[in-house]
Every structure is written in C-alpha cells, then in structure tokens.
C-alpha cells in the first residue's frame, strides 16, 4: 500500500485527466472511424459493429509501440529534437483544426449497403485500418509526447499508459456508437445541427492541445 502510494505521488494526475477528457471529446466528434462504426453497425447489426470497434481499437497498440520504442529515444538523447517534435505536434494539430474549419459539418451517413459481413471479417478491416493508416502514427506522434506524467516513470511505460487510455476511451465511445447506432442514427436525422457544433468543438479541442503543447516544458 506504501509503496502504491509513492507511485501516486509521482504521477501528474491533472495531465492524465486532460489526456483522457481530450481523448474522449476527439472520439465523439465525427470523424471516418467512428461514422464508419456507426455505418457498419446500422447495416450489420451491433455484434458486427463491436468487431469493427475492437479491430479499430486494437490497431492503436501498434501506434502505441512505434510512438513509445522512437520517441523515447529521442527524448533521452536530445532536448533539441524533443522540442522540434513538440513543436511539429503543435503546428499538426493546428492544421488538423483548419481542415476541420473547411470540412462540411453535416454527418453523412451511407447505410445502403446490406450486405452482411461476418464479425471475424469486420475486426481484422477495421484492424487493418487503423494500423495501415499513417496519419494515425503522426496523431499520435503530435499528441502523446506533450502529456507525459511522470518524471520518474520512464517514457516508454508512459506512452504505453497514455496508448491505453486512447484505446479505452476510443472502446468506450465507438462501443456506445454501435450498440445504440439506430438511436443515434434517428437523433442525427432530426438535428441536422449536431454536426455543426460537433465540428467546433473539434477545433477548439485541437487548438488547445496545439497550444498546450506549444507551452508546455518536458
């Protein structure tokens, strides 16, 4: 139980807690995983939609491994490049939040396709997915490093802290998506503003992590 505690006392709590409430409103706004849970759960069915969640889901372990494995080299060897990454995740996420701005607002939903897929089918897509997907590993790479929590955890532990707790609120939001996607899905066709709003608070997420990032000290 001493010992518990002393682990507690080293870690940044308010950091933790920043990183998964930005996770969380990151995996609510629409965006292609999430929509295409959403589709694949209206056409299949929520067991289907479920695989699709953990292939999804899975896929970030390998980001994660990437991130933790690179990163963490080049934090220990040099502040300089640590810096010129942050400050390349500040300028990333920034751009994120423009192609946002230029985005269209509506949720577009495409449920014609009735064909059904077999679960096992549906993981190993979304699966392949994430993990094929560089712009997953470049998210990553912007946004992990400037939430580290702990001075005397190492980085590569850190990482894979942060890795689990994406994955568990990307779990807890795309589950909730496909087990109530005909719900959601009748919401959304009668509040056409949904998207609208979901999009700005996108932004105003992503630009505060950007600057964040931008501010904070390793």
């Not at 896929?59 to 990454?85: M, P, R, W």
């Not at 712009?135 to 890795?163: C, H």
Request: aromatic share 16%.
């Amino acid at each position: 139980m001493y010992g518990l505690l002393l682990f507690l006392e080293t870690i940044n709590t308010p950091i933790l807690i920043g990183f998964l409430v930005s996770s969380l409103v990151l995996a609510i706004s629409p965006g292609p995983d999430n929509i295409f849970v959403l589709t694949q759960s209206i056409s299949n069915g929520t067991k289907s939609g479920l695989a699709t969640v953990f292939g999804l889901v899975s896929g970030c372990l390998v980001h994660t491994t990437l991130l933790a494995f690179g990163v963490s080299e080049i934090i220990k060897q040099s502040d300089t490049l640590f810096f010129v990454i942050k400050l390349f995740g500040a300028i990333y996420l920034l751009y994120l939040a423009y192609q946002v701005y230029r985005s269209d607002a509506s949720i577009l939903l495409d449920n014609k396709n009735k064909t059904v897929k077999s679960p096992r089918k549906l993981f190993w897509t979304g699966f392949t997915m994430n993990v094929l997907n560089p712009k997953v590993t470049i998210f990553f790479l912007a946004f992990f490093p400037g939430f580290l929590f702990s001075d005397s955890l190492s980085t590569v532990v850190q990482f894979y802290i942060l890795g689990l707790l994406f994955m568990l609120s990307a779990l807890i939001v795309f589950g909730t998506i496909a087990v109530l996607a005909g719900k959601i899905t009748k919401y959304l066709s009668r509040h056409q503003k949904t998207g609208f709003y979901l999009k700005w608070v996108q932004i105003v997420v992503f630009v505060g992590i950007a600057l964040y990032l931008f501010l904070s000290e390793k």
